[in-house]
């Protein structure tokens, strides 16, 4: 079980709702990904154009919780604007901090995301900060007190996957909060990947809503996540250098 | 009445007076979808009695697919 705050999620996998070829591929991939937590922009509306179908507005909301993310944000002030005007709508109280800080690669800023986050959980959000995977930003985000931290694998909608295990790990390890590896999964192996070092779950958009079948993509990454974080909590063997045989030693036929 | 609506001018009709009869013009009545007036977010249980005057700056907001 995945535990954020007071809310508790079975499924590991959050998914992001940008860049379906069409919404009924969107709703299918929802509907096999299992994924309870769902990420949303907030933008104006295009009210020449209202009649325009809105994904969000087909969803059963019972079925799951929204995380409206801050993107589009380059200051702490702009990301809190963005946070309560998703508030306002009455559907959500967790927010993604989501403060960028450079438009080439769209890195977070770690100074306006640490500031964003103070004053969001001043004004009783759940907090979920998008932070880069440094180790010592994680720690103080989470001495803070965000309710999760999501470290990017590597930059947004790149699938390069986890380009840094090591401080991903060192996260993991130090945060006394869920760990969410957020941006940058390029295919399900990322995600198993992900889950195998430890993390608490993993939010993932383009990965799926890129992919040739984006339906039969987010029914592989729920399995990727699921065996990933199976195999966390088996315990994998140690690395060796050498082999150790499988077959006994004794009784071999001379 | 001029008022700036998500950022353009726009006229509206002498008839529309509040935030509920702005958002019906709009048929937005029974979407999802967030006022701010002027900077500040205009709580949906005020929208009837909340005033549009001339040269209010509207932002009408709603959820968009993202990651």
Known sequence: MLQIADKTFTSRLLLGTGKYPSFEVQEEAVNISKAEILT????????????????????????????????GAKTAEEA????????????????KVEVIGCDRTLLPDPVETLRASEMLLDEGFIVLPYTSD??????????????????????IGSGRGIINPFNLRMIIEQSSVPVIV????GSPKDAAYAMELGADGVLLNTAVSGAGDPVRMAHAMKLAI????????AGRIPEKNYAVASSPNEGLIT | MNIQLNGRQQELSADIKTIAQLLASLSLEKRIVIVELNKEIINKTAYAERPIRNGDKVELIHFVGGG
């Open chain 1, 40 to 71: 949303f922009a907030v933008r104006r509306m295009d009210i020449f154009e209202p009649s325009q179908p809105n994904f969000l507005e087909q969803l059963d909301l019972e079925k799951y919780s929204l995380l409206p993310n801050t993107a």
């Open chain 1, 80 to 95: 809190v604007r963005i946070a309560k005007l998703a508030k306002a709508s009455g559907l959500c109280d967790m927010v």
């Open chain 1, 134 to 155: 440094d180790v010592v930003l994680a720690k103080r985000l989470v001495d803070l007190g965000v309710h999760a931290i999501m470290p990017g694998a590597s930059p």
């Open chain 1, 182 to 185: 957020d941006a940058g999964i």
């Open chain 1, 226 to 233: 699921e065996a990933g974080r199976l195999g966390f909590e």
